[in-house]
C-alpha cells in the first residue's frame, strides 16, 4: 500500500472531494455551458436557473450552520442527488415541451447546492496548511473541471450528427454520471478524523443551534472584510449567463457547444495549475502574492471581455423559432476552421478568466482565518452573495437584454470587483492565525472614513 495517501489525510479528502465535484456540478456545468440546458429556447433553463440560484441564497445562508451541524457527508451526497434531479428534468421538456418541472427541479438543486457547496468551501479552505493552499486549490479544480470536460465530450458524441435541443440520451447519461458523484460524497470522512501533512487536525465546534449560526452569517454584512469582497463574490458566476448564453449558445451549432466545453474547462486545469505555483510561492510576501495574483486576473478579465466585444459587435441574437443568428455565416461549427477558430479560442480564453477569478476569489477568503467552522459560514456567505449575482444575471438573459448591454454590465462589475481586490491586498496579514474578521474594530481604526 505504499504510495497511497491514508484515508483520513486532508488531501485525500480534496482529492474525494474533487471526484464528488467531478461527477455533479460538473457535469451540470457541462450542460448548462451549451446555454439553456441544452434547449433552443432558452427561456425555461434561465428560469430554472434563477430558481437555483435564489433557493441556493437562503440554503447558502443556512449551509454553514447544517454544516457544523451534521457534517459533510450525507449533506453532500443530498446535494449531489439533487444535480442529478435536474438533468434528468430536460428529458420530460423534450418530451413535453413543459417547463415547470425543470423550474421545480432548479429551485430543489438550489436548496441542495447552496449547502453542497457551502461544505465545499468549508473542505478547501479548511483543510490545507498555509504552505498548501493554492496546491490543493489546484487539486481539486484540475478533478472538478474534467467532470466538465468529459460532460463536453458527452455532448459532442450524443450530438454529433443531431442540431437543436440535446438528445434524451445525453441527459440520460448526464443523470447517470451525477449520481455516481453524489455517491461519491457518502466516503468523505468526518472532519473532525482528518489530520494535515503537519499531524495537525481539524477544529470544529459543534454547533447547537442553527438559527444563531444562520444569524451569525448575516453578520457578516456588518464585517469590513466581507463588504469588501462582496462585489467580488456578486459576479463570480454572474458572467457565466453571457458566456453560456449569447456567446456560446447563441453563436455555435449543438455539437459545436460540447466542442467549446471541452476546451472551456480544460482551459481552466491548466490555468488553475499554473496560477496556484503563484499564490503558493512562499518566497515572495502573501502580500506580494495577492497583488500580483489580483493584477494577471486584471489584466485576463480585460483582454477576454475587450475580445468578446469585438465578436458581440457582429451579431445581436443567437438562434429562435423564427430564424438562425444573425451572426455573418450564421451558426459556427468546428469543422469550418477559418471561421471556427477565433471564437473558439476566445470562449476558452473565457474558461481562463473564470479558473483566474475563482482561484484568487478561494485564496483571498483562505487568508482571513483559519478555523474551520468561521470559515464554513464564510463559505456560506460566498455562495448566498455569489447566488444573488447569478440570480439577476440569468434573469437578464431571460428578459432579453442585449447582449451588448449584458457585456458592459459584466465587464464593469469585473474591473469595479477587481479594484477592491487590490485594496484588500493591501491589508492581507502574513498570517491567518490570528483571524482578520475577528478584529474588526482595529480594523476599522485604520481606515479611518470608510467605515465611519
Known amino acids: 500500500m505504499r504510495g497511497f495517501l491514508p484515508y483520513f489525510a486532508a488531501r485525500t479528502q480534496v482529492v474525494i472531494l474533487g471526484f464528488i465535484c467531478f461527477g455533479c456540478p460538473g457535469m451540470f456545468n457541462a450542460l448548462n455551458g451549451t446555454g439553456g440546458g441544452g434547449q433552443v429556447d432558452r427561456t425555461a433553463g434561465n428560469n430554472a436557473n434563477t430558481a437555483l440560484y435564489v433557493c441556493f441564497i437562503l440554503s447558502g445562508l443556512f449551509g454553514g450552520a447544517i454544516i457544523n451541524k451534521f457534517g459533510v457527508r450525507f449533506t453532500m451526497f443530498i446535494g449531489g442527488i439533487m444535480y442529478a434531479l435536474y438533468s434528468g428534468s430536460y428529458i420530460y421538456i423534450n418530451h413535453t415541451g413543459n417547463s415547470w418541472f425543470t423550474i421545480w427541479a432548479g429551485a430543489m438543486l438550489g436548496l441542495g447546492a447552496g449547502i453542497f457547496w457551502t461544505a465545499q468551501g468549508m473542505i478547501m479552505m479548511s483543510y490545507p496548511l498555509e504552505s498548501e493552499k493554492g496546491r490543493f486549490i489546484t487539486i481539486f479544480w484540475v478533478i472538478f473541471n474534467l467532470g466538465g470536460v468529459l460532460g463536453g465530450v458527452v455532448l459532442l458524441a450524443t450530438n454529433f450528427n443531431h442540431d437543436g435541443p440535446l438528445s434524451d ?64 463574490m456578486f459576479s463570480s458566476n454572474f458572467y457565466y449567463s453571457y458566456q453560456f448564453g449569447p456567446y456560446n449558445g447563441s453563436l455555435f ?131 448566498a452573495i455569489q447566488s444573488i449575482g447569478a440570480a439577476v444575471s440569468w434573469q437578464l438573459d431571460a428578459k432579453a437584454v442585449a447582449f451588448k448591454t449584458q457585456l458592459f454590465v459584466n465587464w464593469g462589475l469585473l474591473d469595479v470587483s477587481a479594484f477592491l481586490m487590490i485594496y484588500l491586498s493591501f491589508r492581507i496579514r502574513e498570517s491567518s492565525e490570528s483571524p482578520a474578521s475577528d478584529s474588526e474594530d482595529e480594523f476599522k481604526e485604520e481606515q479611518g472614513i470608510l467605515f465611519a
Not at 169 to 177: E, K, S, V
Not at 198 to 221: C, P, Q, T, W, Y
Not at 274 to 288: C, G, I, M, Y
Not at 339 to 358: K, T
Open 169 to 232: 440520451a445525453a441527459y440520460a447519461a448526464f443523470l447517470a454520471i451525477e449520481v455516481c458523484g453524489a455517491l461519491c460524497g457518502l466516503v468523505l470522512a468526518p472532519p473532525s478524523r482528518v489530520f494535515r501533512s503537519d499531524g495537525s487536525h481539524i477544529e470544529i465546534k459543534r454547533v447547537d443551534n442553527i438559527v444563531a449560526d444562520a444569524v451569525a452569517i448575516l453578520r457578516m454584512f456588518m464585517d469590513p472584510w466581507m463588504l469588501i469582497l462582496v462585489p467580488m
Open 253 to 383: 451549432t449543438t455539437r459545436t457547444k460540447g466542442f467549446n466545453n471541452i476546451w472551456y474547462w480544460g482551459a481552466q486545469m491548466g490555468t488553475s495549475f499554473v496560477f496556484t505555483r503563484l499564490l503558493d510561492n512562499q518566497r515572495l510576501s502573501r502580500k506580494k502574492r495577492a497583488l500580483y495574483g489580483v493584477i494577471v486576473t486584471f489584466v485576463a478579465v480585460n483582454t477576454v471581455w475587450a475580445g468578446a466585444l469585438v465578436m458581440q459587435s457582429k451579431y445581436t441574437h443567437g438562434a429562435t423559432a423564427s430564424g438562425p443568428t444573425d451572426y455573418p455565416g450564421g451558426a459556427i461549427d468546428f469543422k469550418e476552421t477559418a471561421r471556427a477558430v477565433g471564437p473558439c479560442i476566445l470562449y476558452a480564453c473565457m474558461g481562463i478568466q473564470d479558473a483566474l477569478w475563482n482561484n484568487m476569489a478561494y485564496w483571498l477568503l483562505r487568508t482571513i482565518t483559519n478555523d474551520a467552522s468561521k470559515l464554513a459560514r464564510y463559505a456560506g456567505f460566498y455562495k
